[in-house]
């Protein structure tokens, strides 16, 4: 289990952030907030696939107009995303709006923070104090010479103490940088300087799979050194390939109880019975339609499939064309090789509805010695392809071999 750091709790409306809240899911639409139908779609879309909380622009007098009809319509706690205009935050509170997200980067004058701080004290409305590597003001990049992991750490605390100020301390904060070992080490001086909720993510992590990889480079550093709060992957790509991938991330660390389908898949090799990445894909497509909370394992041959694969919930193996279905390592049913990933999804859905020991006991006396036996004789066909027996009586002679 991981050991997060203790932090302060603030609600974003009915969602709890920090303290011993479930870490959760953040995005951001894409759509022109005054497009209140279209906007409405793709917050829902974005709840459906994990997110928690969704931010959206209010840029204009319209946004925040349109953000007065979003709020009360809207499955999930609406955050309004502000730059520049501080008048502007003022009118997504009275929109309406759960949260508030402020760059400190570009609204910079101390009455007007303050002005906010203070209506969002009143209304009960938390603040992200949402620090930017590439919006510094210039005093700090001036002052320590660039977008450093102080820079950030600075330009945070400083607006901080604008709604401490205040009495204001509903706040959550992030230090994003688009380098990963930076923003890695900006949230790591600032876990040790507050303890308000942190926000993580990597900024303009750019599309996919580079963008994947950096968000989660970072922000998984992060969540196992027990930083971090709620997350945002920030790619350039649709907005709800970023809540399936913050959902996902949270469920691979056991942070999120898992919800959806987790399939693992063996790398192939010359044992290998069938094209394991044209069935894996084909699983997963078949098996994500269904979003079955399972982990389930392709695997490319029956002598070592099911064993190595036994913690999954269910998989599949292959061999002389025929399919081993088994559930925890535990060979159920055997089909055709052409049938092998209908009968996965039939036996995946029987599973959830029944559960494992009742699908374990429903199986085939016969079935798991029959599956053994096609294995032993798979093996002696095919030989030893790692060369067991060899490799173990050469490191038995370097073992008993003479004393230097």
């Known amino acids: 289990m991981i050991e997060r750091k203790p932090t302060r709790q603030v609600h974003v409306g009915r969602v709890a952030v920090g303290g011993d809240a479930p870490i959760t899911v953040q995005s951001m639409t894409t759509t022109k907030t005054a497009d209140v139908g279209g906007t409405l779609a793709q917050v829902y879309a974005l709840a459906g696939a994990g997110a928690d909380i969704v931010r959206i622009t209010c840029n204009t007098v319209e946004a925040a107009q349109g953000l007065a009809e979003i709020v009360p319509r809207s499955p999930v706690p609406i955050i309004a995303d502000i730059h520049y205009h501080y008048r502007l935050a003022l009118a997504a509170l009275e929109a309406g709006v759960d949260g508030l997200r402020l760059n400190p980067g570009n609204i910079r004058k101390e009455d007007q923070i303050k002005a906010v701080a203070q209506e969002a004290k009143d209304r009960g409305v938390p603040i992200r104090v949402g620090v930017n590597a590439g919006s510094l003001d210039k005093d700090l990049l001036a002052k320590f010479g660039g977008p450093v992991p102080e820079a950030l750490v600075a330009s945070a605390m400083k607006e901080i103490g604008y709604l401490e100020d205040v009495g204001f301390h509903d ?6 940088h688009s380098n990963v070992p930076s923003m890695v080490e900006s949230y790591r001086l600032l876990s040790n300087t507050v303890d308000y909720p942190l926000h993580l993510g990597v900024t303009e992590a750019g599309p996919p799979p580079a963008g994947l990889i950096k968000s989660v480079a970072g922000i998984a550093t992060l969540l196992m050194e027990g930083i ?5 992957f920030s790619l350039t790509a649709d907005p709800v390939e970023e809540a399936k991938a913050g959902r996902q991330l949270l469920e691979y660390l056991g942070l999120r109880e898992r919800r959806g389908l987790d399939l693992i898949a063996c790398p192939s090799c010359g044992r290998a019975e069938v094209d394991v990445i044209k069935v894996a894909n084909e699983a997963q497509e078949r098996l994500a339609e269904e979003n079955l909370p399972i982990q389930v394992a392709v695997m490319g041959c029956i002598v070592n ?5 036994r ?7 292959a061999g002389r064309g025929k399919g081993h279905l088994f559930i925890k390592g535990q060979v159920v049913r055997v089909v055709p090789e052409d049938e092998m990933v209908e009968a996965l999804l039939d036996e995946a859905r029987k599973l959830v509805d029944e559960g494992a020991e009742a699908r374990l006991a429903a199986a085939k006396g016969d079935v798991a010695a029959e599956a053994a036996s096609e294995a032993r004789e798979l093996s002696d066909m095919q030989g030893d392809a790692n060369h067991a027996a060899e490799r173990r009586a050469s490191v038995a002679n370097v073992a008993d071999g003479p004393e230097a």
């Open 171 to 176: 706040i959550k904060i992030s230090v994003k």
């Open 228 to 232: 971090g709060d709620t997350i945002r």
């Open 305 to 309: 499939g099911p064993g190595e694969a």
């Open 311 to 317: 913690e999954a919930d269910i998989g599949i193996a």
